[in-house]
């Protein structure tokens, strides 16, 4: 049976740890794996408002399934959750960068990104995991 708190609890877990290691990679100038991993931190932070409402799916851009919800949310969080999706539209591309690069030019994943992408990438998943947070708090799901 499918239980929506486990669901979000899980995802949220998911988008911190994920938003740890990119910030981690960056320390250790892994460009590709700071891209990499802010992705999937932004991704799970979106599947977990998703998940208030619904089993998220398994797409890497789960913006659309953000904006479908957007009218059940209170009218306070709306716009926060528009930002959060805007951001997963953003950088869902990289899912698939950073893991086959660029294979009309042959450019492998660890050759596509510099220090600028992966900082803009983090700060966006760190955007998007503050979202997740006060969506969160004001929907009544506490830290854990």
């Given at each position: 049976m499918y239980d929506p708190l486990d669901e979000v609890l899980y995802?949220?877990?998911?988008?911190?740890k994920y938003l740890e290691d990119a910030?981690?990679?960056?320390?250790?100038?892994d460009w590709r794996g700071s891209v990499?991993?802010?992705?999937l931190a932004t991704e799970n932070a979106a599947k977990a408002i998703i998940a208030i409402y619904r089993t998220p799916s398994w797409s890497h851009d789960p913006s659309d399934e953000l904006y479908e919800i957007t009218s059940e949310l209170p009218r306070?969080?709306?716009?926060?959750?528009?930002?959060l999706a805007k951001i997963a539209h953003t950088l869902a591309p990289e899912h698939a960068r950073t893991t086959y690069g660029d294979p009309i030019r042959r450019l492998t994943p660890w050759q596509l990104y510099n220090k600028?992408?992966?900082e803009r990438a983090?700060?966006?998943a760190r955007r998007a995991v503050e979202i997740m947070e006060?969506?969160?708090k004001r929907i009544g799901i506490r830290r854990t």
């Amino acid at each position: 049976m499918y239980d929506p708190l486990d669901e979000v609890l899980y995802r949220r877990e998911l988008a911190k740890k994920y938003l740890e290691d990119a910030q981690e990679a960056y320390r250790r100038e892994d460009w590709r794996g700071s891209v990499a991993s802010a992705q999937l931190a932004t991704e799970n932070a979106a599947k977990a408002i998703i998940a208030i409402y619904r089993t998220p799916s398994w797409s890497h851009d789960p913006s659309d399934e953000l904006y479908e919800i957007t009218s059940e949310l209170p009218r306070d969080i709306r716009n926060m959750v528009r930002e959060l999706a805007k951001i997963a539209h953003t950088l869902a591309p990289e899912h698939a960068r950073t893991t086959y690069g660029d294979p009309i030019r042959r450019l492998t994943p660890w050759q596509l990104y510099n220090k600028e992408d992966a900082e803009r990438a983090i700060n966006l998943a760190r955007r998007a995991v503050e979202i997740m947070e006060e969506v969160l708090k004001r929907i009544g799901i506490r830290r854990t």
